[in-house]
């Protein structure tokens, strides 16, 4: 069962690049999440999906863009990337959505030169 | 606003020697506090759900622990397999989906 898989597992962009994190659950759950986990912070939320659909902005949203494919997949797009964005990315997702635990994916490491 | 803190940073101990992680809160109602387990290059890993003051929750030699301002994560006799960063968060009624996260306690047993 592989549970949160998400691709890439690294990735280097230049300021201005654009790129696509993928990923895919195979629990069935309806509601994912992107979180981004800067050094000595929490995970911050930047988009969530309750149900399929359905997008709503968390926390920190600006400059990033996602898309519920499906039931199973849930997608975070950088337009246009910008030095800030470095971070650890990771997608989770949950059986009903609010008070539910997360099952999180592996991360994407991202760097912005 | 909802806010989550914990304490130590880091944390050092020695196998066998026991200790507790702190974890305090503020929230308009705490809806529900979460342990989760993150080991170094991977996603975090869930450990415990706690919903009232009072409540407690063990599994192997972790007990969390639940008061109306905090939460207490505590290992007895570690071994090094426990070290980990261990992330808290809660949910608040009317935070819909929002999970808040502390920053986390890193974890260090030494054999």
């Known amino acids: 069962n592989a549970g949160v898989t998400q691709t890439p597992k690294f990735q280097v962009l230049k300021t201005g690049q654009s790129m696509t994190l993928q990923c895919a659950q195979d629990?069935?759950?309806?509601?994912m999440y992107w979180y981004r986990q800067d050094p000595g912070m929490g995970l911050r939320l930047i988009y969530y999906?309750?149900?399929?659909?359905?997008?709503d902005k968390g926390e920190v949203p600006n400059g990033y863009n996602v898309s519920r494919l499906n039931k199973r997949e849930f997608s975070l797009r950088l337009e246009s990337a910008a030095p800030s964005q470095t971070s650890v990315y990771f997608c989770?997702?949950?059986?009903?959505?609010?008070?539910?635990?997360?099952?999180f994916g592996s991360g994407t490491q991202l760097s912005v030169l | 606003e909802d806010q989550v803190t914990q304490s130590p940073e880091a944390l050092r101990l020695q196998e066998g020697e026991s200790s507790s992680l702190n974890c305090s809160y503020t929230?308009?109602?705490?809806?529900?506090l979460f342990w989760y387990r993150q080991d170094p290059g991977k996603g975090p890993e869930f450990l415990f759900t706690?919903?009232?003051a009072g409540e407690e929750k063990e599994k192997e030699r972790l007990k969390a622990t639940l008061t109306k301002k905090e939460s207490f994560l505590h290992i007895t006799a570690p071994k090094p397999e426990d070290s980990a960063t261990y992330l808290c968060a809660v949910q608040a009624f009317g935070g819909g989906f929002k999970t808040i996260f502390g920053a986390g306690t890193r974890l260090f047993v030494k054999a």
């Open positions: 989770a997702s949950s059986e009903v959505g609010s008070n539910e635990k997360l099952f």
């Open positions: 999906s309750a149900s399929e659909g359905t997008t």
């Open positions: 929230v308009s109602g705490l809806r529900g």
């Open positions: 629990m069935n759950h309806n509601s």
């Open positions: 706690l919903y009232s």
